[in-house]
């Protein structure tokens, strides 16, 4: 083991899979959550090639196979008739290839591997709340008066980050006009083509939705994700729950199968889609941020997790073979290679919206002629290509 000992605040996927990759280099790890329990939301999550490949390099190859669900095509189609594209590898000739996993399966995934080298290296009910940092060492400090000290900390604790405020300020969210619906719905309540693994995005002159199965052991699930555009929302919380009548409204005339998937949702929740403005350095002396925490987005490309999964490959390379002494100069080396890219990704995510919605896909006479413009192959090229051939694991750092 190195002197080196890294505090990580937040239990999620890029606090784990940080964990996770700083244990496999020989660096010792605390990861204090704030939930008494590990667990994830109900909902699905695709990873990305640039994701996988990270997965993968961290001993995970047979651990995800068993929980990828295996996306065959991915498709866009219209939000009234249902009329499809398909817009992956075939088409491309690139590897768009997608996993479809279930996020609670993918966290146990994590949680099963840090604590295969490290037993006790997550501790739950431990909300971080502040920290203090000297030349040697950073202490951080807890709610409930507790106190742990480390040579550095890592703010993996999401969206409203207190590590992001004690470090950086406050950083106030600007409400993008749209918001999300998700739900999970058990594939027997639905028509059998519902099973097909196929991740479908649906294209709508103001909403759009995601949609794609996933599973968790033998039960399968169809997991949806629909944004909508709306001028009259104010939280921001994934775990707000919304009526059917309410998702509905947002989704009227909609082909039947949206509407099946609305009404046989288990729960319904929704949540306001905000951006801030990115940070142009992550780092602040011993203390590093990565994931939500720095560079929350809208999740139009779904690359929110694969993002974080990124960050703490190349936060793991930046500080492994360094002593206590190198901490702050590594932590410099891990911002400088990841901030552009995060701060890219937010904004080509936020750009997306006005992709997937628009007025030409209102009217029958101009939506076919939109989606064969904005949805070609060398469209999908442009888009996803520079996203998913990044190598976190040899990008130079
Ligand atoms: C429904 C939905 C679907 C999505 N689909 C995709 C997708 O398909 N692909 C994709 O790449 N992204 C997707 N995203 C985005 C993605 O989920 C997030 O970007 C990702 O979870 C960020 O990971 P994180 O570890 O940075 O933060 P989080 O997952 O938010 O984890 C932060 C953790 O920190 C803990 N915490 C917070 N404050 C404190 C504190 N003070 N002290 C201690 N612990 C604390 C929290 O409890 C939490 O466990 C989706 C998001 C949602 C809501």
Not at 20 to 27: E, P, S, T
Not at 242 to 259: K, P, R, V, Y
Request: proline fraction near 4%; glycine fraction near 10%; charged fraction near 20%.
């Amino acid at each position: 083991m190195s002197e080196q000992h890294v505090i990580i605040a937040g239990g999620g996927m890029g606090g784990l899979t940080a964990a996770l990759a700083l244990l496999r280099r020989g660096i010792d790890v605390d990861v204090y959550e704030q939930a008494p329990q590990l667990r994830e939301l109900g909902a699905g999550l695709w990873i990305s090639p640039n994701g996988t490949r990270v997965l993968r390099e961290l001993g995970l190859t047979e651990a995800i196979d068993a929980i990828n669900l295996g996306a065959r095509d991915r498709v866009v189609r219209l939000w009234d008739s249902g009329e499809q594209w398909s817009v992956y590898t075939r088409q491309t000739g690139s590897d768009h290839n997608l996993l479809m996993v279930m996020r609670s399966e993918l966290h146990r995934v994590l949680v099963e591997a840090v604590q295969a080298i490290k037993p006790g290296a997550i501790h739950l009910d431990a909300r971080v709340a502040g920290f203090t940092q000297d030349e040697q060492s950073v202490q951080v400090q807890f709610e409930d008066g507790r106190v742990a000290s480390g040579t550095a900390l890592v703010g993996a604790d999401g969206l409203h980050s207190k590590v992001r405020a004690a470090a950086f300020g406050p950083s106030p969210g600007r409400f993008t006009n749209a918001i999300a619906w998700r739900g999970l719905v058990p594939v027997q309540r639905l028509a059998p083509h519902h099973r097909e693994p196929v991740a479908s995005t649906w294209l709508g002159s103001t909403a759009h939705v995601t949609s794609y199965p996933v599973r968790r052991g033998e039960q399968e699930y169809v997991s949806f994700s629909g944004q909508a555009e709306s001028s009259k929302w104010t939280v921001e919380s994934w775990s707000e729950q919304g009526s059917i009548a309410e998702c509905l409204q947002d989704f009227q005339g909609w082909h039947q199968d949206i509407i099946d998937l609305v009404e046989n949702a288990e729960t319904l929740y929704k949540w306001g889609l905000f951006v801030r403005d990115t940070l142009p350095n992550w780092s602040n002396g011993r203390v590093t941020l990565m994931g939500d925490a720095c560079h929350p987005m809208v999740p139009y490309l779904g690359q929110g997790v694969n993002m974080a999964i990124e960050d703490a490959c190349v936060l793991a390379r930046a500080l492994a073979g360094g002593s206590a002494q190198d901490t702050q100069a590594a932590l410099q080396r891990y911002s400088g290679a990841r901030a552009e890219r995060g701060a890219l990704t937010v904004q080509r995510s936020l750009g997306m919206q006005y992709v997937f919605h628009n007025p030409k896909l209102g009217n029958p006479e101009t939506a076919i002629g939109y989606v064969n413009e904005n949805w070609s192959p060398a469209k999908m090229k442009e888009r996803y290509d520079w996203l998913f051939s990044y190598d976190a694991n040899t990008v130079a750092i």
